[in-house]
Nanobody
Framework: EVQLVESGGGLVHTGGSLRLSCATS????????IGWFRQAPGKEREGVSCFSNIDGSTYYEDSVKGRFTTSSDYAKKTVYLQMNNLKPKDTAGYYC???????????????????WGHGTPVTVSS
């Protein structure tokens, strides 16, 4: 069974940092695309970053470039999202999603991912 468990969210002031973790299990880590997404109340789920375990490619949504960095720990089968210089607009529930094995890399398109964690909330106060 595919399982994704997010952690690391919390309350932080503008300019602060958080490190989110997505612990994975139940699938071949090497064959799946894994991404971070966020969803604010009343809004659609938005792609934040994604990581391909096949070729190591990473992609970021424009508003987080230079502030967020995604990485992985192969031994722990865990994907991280380091978030620096947080802003109030970053406030949302953050979710880990995965798809795979795949023929075409899904990128930041949330609708193309099949499995999701339950999310971890991030609140950035002004």
């Amino acid at each position: 069974e595919v399982q994704l468990v997010e952690s690391g969210g919390g309350l932080v002031h503008t300019g602060g940092s958080l490190r989110l973790s997505c612990a994975t299990s139940g699938f071949n880590f090497d064959d799946y695309a894994i991404g971070w997404f966020r969803q604010a109340p009343g809004k659609e789920r938005e792609g934040v970053s994604c990581f391909s375990n096949i070729d190591g490619s990473t992609y970021y949504e424009d508003s987080v470039k230079g502030r967020f960095t995604t990485s992985s720990d192969y031994a722990k089968k865990t994907v991280y999202l380091q978030m620096n210089n947080l802003k109030p607009k970053d406030t949302a529930g953050y979710y880990c999603g995965t798809l795979g094995p795949y023929y075409f890399f899904p990128g930041l398109h949330a609708t193309k991912y099949d499995y999701w964690g339950h999310g971890t909330p991030v609140t950035v106060s002004s």
